[in-house]
């Protein structure tokens, strides 16, 4: 989800999902912990994610329940929440005191760098040694991102986040805009100020009660993650504030919020608000990573099917992607590493793919026929296989730092939000943002 950015945004990837719950439960389920990890010969795996993974029994690829039936000593439980970041802060405290975690627990792009630095890298178990994956069926820079500095890799890929750009058709057509892929690509080929151009004639003939984009620091992570220099330089050093990437994304993202363009809405907020906004069609277009595809189905619902359709990005990128890592403290270490060797394999990328859109991070998935001709019935039969594989070959992997996560939140929780939902000015808005790393981060 997210590389991050994360949500999954997967960042983290970085996403919205399969069941949601409040921050007292972020990682719920401590089978490291319970008494009740193992009962009657059975062991319970709790599994810990954020976003939209797709491998739950109710809207994902029910690999759960496929795994349980072939490893009938095994049963699987999944606890699922909204909020990367807070998933990401409670699981660093449970990391800290090794107690209350899950058996397998799924980190974001965003923060992997700090999950293999050196406060972090011994909690985690070596996956290249234990649970039997094979390591040489990912691609070998989201094996790069993983592997800590004595070598040891910590996660296993699962998705990537290749972009595209979501669009309600219905919306498009009555504001007098074309509806075919195509010819939407078009409207902004190349340029993310030419994505503006084309918001600010949407907005023109706005059906009432819509606006062109969903929110502003959506904007602002997708154009981030369309450019090769992020928040840290090639050598993984945090600098944000030198960054084009940051600049370009921060410049862009202020004149959307400023010029009306957005609805003002925090993507993955626990109200649930923007995910209504789905069901009731008051955007128009949704910067979309791979992931987000399932995101929009569950969301919009059955009764929007055939109204979203995909068009290419002005800039191709990556937002998002995450990795299944195993602690050490767990109690079954070894069925927990192995039940995220599987969970990863090429043929489970495959079928998540297939339910979910999530773009795998296996090469023989990635260039499979499975997927290169597949589509999404959801988006009119939009051929997605196609749209993000040919997105995903263009990524050129960013230089990441252990803090990314971290600031893109400041950047776009306590910056864009802030100048779009408050109207405070982006110039103090960015010296807040400059606080608040000064303050929370120690470089």
Known sequence: MRTSSSRRGRRTAIAAVAVAVTGTTLLTGCGSDGDDAKSGGTITLRVGTF?????????????????????????????????GQKYWDTLKLRLSRNSGLADVQAI?????AEATGSTMADKWVDLGKEG????DAFLDWKVKQATTADGSVIGLGTDIGPMAVCYNKDLFAKAGLPTDREAVGKLWEGDWSKFLEAGKTYQKKAPAGTA?????????????SSDPV?????????????????KKAWDTAVAAARGGLTAKLRQFDEKGTWNAAFKNSKFATVACPSWMTGIIKDQAGPANQGKWDIAAPPVAGNWGGAFLAV?????????AAELAAWLTAPEQHAKVFAVNGNIPSSKDTLTSVAVQEAKLPYFGDAPVGKIFSGAAVKITPAGISRWDGQVKTFLTDNGILDIEQRGTDPAKAWENVKKLVDDKIDQ
């Open 108 to 112: 974001e792009v965003g923060y992997i």
């Open 327 to 335: 602690p050490k403290s767990g109690k079954h270490v070894k069925e």
């Open 230 to 246: 992020q928040y840290a330089d090639a050598s993984g050093k945090l600098d944000w504030e030198n960054s084009p990437g940051v």
């Open 132 to 135: 039997g994956a094979k390591l």
């Open 51 to 83: 976003g939209s993974f797709g491998y739950d029994d109710k809207t994902g690829a029910k690999l759960y329940a496929e795994y349980e039936k072939t490893h009938p000593g095994i049963k699987i439980e999944e606890s699922n929440v909204a909020d």
């Open 212 to 224: 062109f984009h969903d929110s502003a620091s959506g904007l602002f992570n997708a154009v981030v």
